[in-house]
């Protein structure tokens, strides 16, 4: 797989960015500032329908512009497809393929598939439980498209359960309970518990699968540390089978995962009620990083932390490559973080790609090995040198 052109419109600081693409490696260089970053953000953002940078689509969106366009052409298995997105702030985005509209912008995910590493990546290490769910989700996306809907079903059930919860409690100065809501909330968590079976179990598998790739590339990228290990704890606690999430092990039963989720749902509906909050389920669960016996965060030095986030972005390239074909390698301004030995493992990596775009403030931070097409990224413009 490797994208044959790029054209931005009114998205972030470009106005208009045309580049003719090849595969093997495409280094763009220019000082910070000028917008190398907000390319390959733009990609990201057609494989993933998300930023690495920010929460929302508005920032996306050029000063002063109502919208921004992404376009991009695909060359997957000799079949070309372009793809094009809408970004409307406020607005539903739009998706077009081949210029035929589609139903949802999630019909696309799947045509464009990246790996992304950027000095962002620090916080899957450093950062709260919520930065490693949504690298897993994330993940878990590219894998395979159709858990896109799988996490927005069950973000919607949750917003819905959480409302109800907080309807259902004992109101303020009442002491009383809506028995209403009451009666209505086993059928949410009947909802709740068939949607994030589905997350869940995907999560265990895809951790089973990922902890050895992540483990294989830290000891490559710094052989003389302590060896990590990768794990998925999840809020059903002991009630959770021991071998689900780990290399080797069984893979998660969905209808045993529901009817965990729903009595632990039952065994937790004072404390819920209390709190107005559902406390059992994926969005409270967690990746844990481990190195050498103790946890990552908190305990890796800075070098330590930067060689995990390297491990869990070429575990999840490996992974990806050996299950559909490669996707499109994007390395963000992260040569000049890292040391001889980092920076030579990852060069080996890239340099084996189907196709590998870089940025670098300048030319001495890309390593030789991705000698590739050069562009000049400068005062608006970007021009293959």
């Known amino acids: 797989m490797y994208l044959r052109h790029l054209q931005v419109t009114d998205f972030r600081s470009w106005e208009l960015a045309d580049l003719a693409l090849t595969p093997g490696a495409t280094v763009l260089v220019g000082q910070n500032g000028r917008g190398k970053t907000n390319l390959l953000e733009a990609i990201g953002y057609v494989a993933t329908l998300s930023s690495h940078r920010v929460s929302s689509d508005l920032p996306l969106v050029r000063h002063g512009a109502e919208r921004a366009l992404v376009r991009v052409a695909v060359v997957n298995d000799d079949r070309e497809l372009t793809v094009e997105l809408e970004i409307t702030p406020g607005k539903a985005n739009r998706a077009r393929i ?8 999630r019909d696309i995910l799947g045509i464009l598939r990246t790996v992304l590493f950027s000095p962002e990546d620090l916080a899957l290490v450093r950062g709260d439980p919520g930065e490693r769910r949504r690298f897993l989700d994330e993940l878990l996306v590219l894998r395979a498209p159709r858990y896109a809907g799988v996490r927005a079903d069950y973000e919607k059930v949750l917003k819905q359960r959480n409302a109800l919860l907080k309807t259902a409690g004992k109101r303020k100065g009442t002491g009383r309970e809506d028995p ?12 709740l518990a068939a949607s994030g079976a589905q997350l869940l179990a995907a999560r265990l598998n895809l951790v089973a699968d990922l ?29 959770l089978p021991k071998d689900y999430g780990v290399p080797n092990g069984e893979r998660a039963d969905i209808q045993k995962l529901t009817d965990l ?32 016996e103790a946890p990552a965060k908190g305990y890796a030095s800075h070098g ?82």
């Open 261 to 292: 989720l729903i009595q632990a749902m039952a065994d937790s509906r004072k404390v819920e009620l209390e709190r107005g909050v559902s406390m059992v389920g994926p969005h409270r669960d967690e990746l844990e990083l481990v190195l050498g």
């Open 304 to 385: 330590e932390s930067w060689s995990f986030a390297l491990a869990l972005r070429l575990g999840s390239y490996e992974l990806l490559r050996g299950e559909a074909g490669e996707p499109v390698l994007l390395l963000d301004d992260v040569f000049a973080e890292l040391d001889r030995r980092r920076r030579s493992r990852l060069a080996e990596v890239a340099a084996s790609a189907e196709q590998v775009l870089v940025t670098a403030a300048v030319e001495e931070d890309v390593p030789a090995e991705l000698a590739g097409s050069r562009f000049s990224v400068a005062d608006g413009e970007v021009n293959r040198v």
């Open 180 to 191: 209403y809501a009451l009666s209505t909330l086993e059928v949410w968590d009947g909802h």
């Open 98 to 105: 081949n210029r035929g509209s589609v139903g949802k912008p």
């Open 211 to 239: 902890a050895p790739y992540t483990a294989a590339a830290y000891a490559g990228v710094a052989p003389d540390s302590r060896p990590t290990k990768i794990s998925y704890r999840s809020s059903l606690g002991e009630a």
